[in-house]
């Protein structure tokens, strides 16, 4: 299984951008797929998930405000859709793939794949 996230990139406060993970390999509609960040110096985070019935489980209340996800089950992708970028937003981005599908995975060890990560820069 092979997860290729694209999209990363440099913007200004406020901008967007379009992230994608497109997945091969594997039965794609039978994963959650979710997204992670991790930080300079910091521990890889959570952001927000898609589960298999194509339901979105946000890590936080701030997220869910700036950040939509999609998942497309005929071309093994997801997309990630996200507005109003911070500098705070900065950090690797990485989807992951995880199996689960009783409850929504959070934890890093919950997930069985994972891309290679694509940096997200916002300026002030």
């Known amino acids: 299984v092979q997860l290729q996230a694209s999209g990363g990139g440099l913007v200004t406060t406020g901008g967007f951008l379009r992230l994608s993970c497109v997945a091969s390999?594997?039965?794609?509609?039978?994963?959650?797929i979710g997204w992670f960040r991790q930080a300079l110096g910091k521990e890889r985070e959570f952001v927000l998930a898609?589960?298999?019935?194509?339901?979105?489980?946000y890590s936080s209340h701030s997220v869910k405000g700036r950040l939509t996800m999609s998942r497309d089950n005929v071309k093994n992708t997801v997309s990630l859709q996200m507005n109003n970028l911070t500098p705070e937003d900065t950090a690797v981005y990485y989807c992951?793939?995880?199996?689960?599908?009783?409850?929504?995975?959070?934890?890093?060890?919950?997930?069985?794949?994972w891309g290679q990560g694509t940096q997200v820069t916002v300026s002030s």
């Open positions: 898609i589960k298999q019935n194509g339901d979105v489980v």
């Open positions: 992951a793939a995880s199996r689960i599908d009783v409850v929504t995975p959070t934890h890093p060890y919950e997930y069985d794949y």
């Open positions: 390999g594997c039965s794609f509609s039978m994963y959650a």
